[in-house]
């Protein structure tokens, strides 16, 4: 499908944080907010890394996992708690925050915190849920959605900026490739760059193994680094990671979270790739 070149989008973050296409700059967090003790310390650790590299930073974490492969699933801290957390992080800290929302009347609640809005990709094609997500005038990064090709994320960019808002954020995670696996097509990457706004590769949640240990999801986190690498030499502008100082025992997505005291190390590697890639 060929599209007309399109201008490059700056995206408002915060006052002082503009990115595009011509920015590298990281997303990262634990999948989900366990306590207040462990949020903040891996918040101050990326916050760390990021300084000492250079490289713009977001921090992300839910505070509330309603997708959960089982019912009886830990799923957070719950959105007033979490959003507290987020809050102080914020704060603190001084960085953005960046959190899933995962219906329609919780849009506006988690704007008055998050700098970010993020669309879980199951979700990504709901209209009530976009448009109230976008009408707080916050960001909004669209998780693409594991059954969505690249060449339907206009659609879903209509519906934002129909809202009124056009700072918008897309963000590959993989795409079903037969039961309980997932694929990244790096065509996709590409394809969504068109767009004029920034695209951002999850690398975490692309090695994935969804509900493949049956009451939780699987994956290879010894694939993330390549998934990566890849994304951000074919384009990509920004990475996602979900980060944890002990992945074995965290209580969500254990098996696809990043050692948080790797980051530095993929984090310097990713930042030559991408400057050598533009």
């Known amino acids: ?17 503009f990115i595009s296409q011509k920015d590298f700059f990281l997303i990262a967090g634990p999948c989900v ?9 891996i918040a101050a650790e990326l916050k760390k890394v990021c300084e000492y590299s250079g490289v713009p930073f977001i921090f992300k974490a839910s505070y509330d996992k309603a997708n959960r492969s089982s019912g009886s699933s830990f799923r957070g801290q719950g959105m007033d708690k979490g959003l507290k957390i987020l809050n102080k992080i914020k704060n603190e800290l001084k960085i ?6 995962h219906d329609a009347s919780q849009a506006v609640k988690a704007g008055k915190i ?12 709901q209209t009530d849920l976009l448009t109230a997500c976008a009408r707080t005038g916050r960001a909004v990064n669209v998780k693409k959605g594991q059954f ?6 206009h659609n879903i960019i209509k519906k934002i900026e ?24 790096l065509r996709s990457i590409a394809y969504m760059k068109k767009t004029g706004y920034p695209v951002i590769i999850d690398a975490t949640h692309s090695v994935q193994r969804p509900g493949g240990e049956g009451d939780r999801s699987g994956g290879d986190r010894e694939y993330i ?14 990475v996602f990671m979900e980060a944890h100082h002990d992945v074995k025992n965290a209580l969500s997505d254990r098996d696809t979270q990043y050692p948080l005291d790797k980051v530095s190390g993929i984090l310097a590697l990713l930042k030559e790739i991408f400057e050598a890639a533009n």
């Not at 998050?114 to 094609?125: S, T």
């Not at 998934?227 to 502008?237: D, E, L, P, R, S």
Request: aromatic share 6%.
């Open 225 to 238: 680094e390549t998934i990566a690498k890849g994304a951000v030499a074919a384009g990509a502008n920004g």
């Open 162 to 185: 129909l809202a009124g808002n056009k700072n918008i954020l897309l963000t590959e995670r993989g795409f079903s490739f037969g039961y309980n696996n997932l694929v990244v097509d």
């Open 148 to 153: 969505l090709s690249p060449f339907e994320i």
């Open 96 to 101: 953005p925050v960046l959190t899933d929302v």
């Open 114 to 125: 998050a700098d970010v809005l993020q669309i879980p990709a199951f979700l990504c094609r």
């Open 33 to 41: 907010i366990e306590n207040e003790k462990m949020a903040v310390k």
């Open 1 to 17: 499908m060929k599209t007309k070149k399109t201008a490059l989008k700056k995206v408002r973050i915060t006052n002082s944080l």
